[in-house]
């Protein structure tokens, strides 16, 4: 029986891929912030008579992934497979967006997994064998848009120290794996630090209409979203196969974005950018704001 560790379950690609894992009979480590929010997840492993252990864990914070960490070894002993998927979402411009908010997306996104990692790894070592994956973001791989600076960096970032990472341990057996899905349909924008909502633009911003118009923009993209399901069988599948890229796209839109601008520059991606946005939601604000 492997058992599964995973971050941010309380809904979307996290709660499906809980699931997912206590379908094949592994002992699954379903992590959340709050315990108070993991009532679809326990409701929909009940209808199914599905086992789950649920551990409080706030990626955010130091002492609760070595106590959650440190419990699940207590109890089961190891930890086969980390799955990296808590995080959180914020739009705004790099000038204005508030420190904090841009804080905690780094602070979420990057040094997160990098916590858990930390907490894991020992014990892989130790038994020469182990599978991280990290629920990354296709904005990690490609341009980013107006307004989705820090997410992006975030995504980037965790990418490029998945590539370090996945050549440090492999000497131990242990295998990294980057997941990168397009648009699903999760709740990753709309929750934050503590579950508080991502704070509005004043009317003062000089960035604020723009930041509508690309928020409108995204709306309309994740009218499109996929099935977090989906990414739960990728999940299940980069963690059986061994031969499973480190950088891995997840959907077709991911698929499409990352063969188009394989040869694509910034200075001819914008326009492009641009053109799609403005057809789906009207011509963007110009420099006055109207």
Not at 12 to 25: C, D, K, S, V, Y
Not at 128 to 156: C, D, E, I, Q
Request: with cysteine; glycine share 12%.
């Amino acid at each position: 029986m492997t058992s599964v560790l995973i971050t941010g379950c309380s809904s979307g690609i996290g709660l499906e891929t809980a699931l997912a894992f206590a379908r094949r009979g592994d002992r699954v480590h379903a992590c959340v912030r709050d315990p108070e929010s993991a009532g679809e997840l326990l409701r929909r492993a009940t209808a199914e008579g599905l086992t789950l252990d649920v551990p409080r864990l706030d990626v955010t914070d130091d002492a609760s992934v070595a106590a959650a960490v440190g419990g699940v070894l207590e109890r089961h002993g190891a930890i086969d497979v980390l799955v990296n998927n808590a995080g959180i979402d914020r739009t705004g411009a790099v000038e204005t967006m508030p420190q904090d908010e841009a804080r905690a997306v780094l602070e979420t996104n990057l040094w997160g997994p990098l916590r858990t990692v930390r907490a894991v790894l020992p014990g892989m070592r130790a038994r020469g064998s182990g599978v991280v994956v990290n629920v990354s973001s296709l904005a990690g791989r490609t341009f980013a848009v107006p307004h989705g600076g820090f997410y992006a960096a975030s995504k980037a970032a965790l990418g490029t120290l998945s590539e370090a990472l996945s050549a440090e341990v492999a000497p131990f057996g242990i295998r990294v794996v980057c997941l990168e899905p397009g648009s699903y349909a999760s709740r990753i924008n709309r929750e934050g630090t503590a579950g508080a909502a991502p704070s509005q633009p004043s009317a003062a911003d000089p960035y604020a209409a723009d930041l509508a118009w690309t928020a409108r923009f995204l709306a309309r993209v994740q009218e499109g979203a996929g099935d977090c399901g989906e990414v739960a069988e990728a999940v299940l599948s980069a963690v059986d196969d061994p031969g499973t890229p480190l950088h891995t796209p997840v959907g077709k839109d991911a698929e499409t974005a990352l063969q188009y601008l394989g040869t694509a520059s910034y200075e001819q991606w914008l326009p492009l950018f641009l053109q799609q946005a403005q057809s789906l939601v009207g011509p963007r604000p110009g420099a006055d704001g109207v």
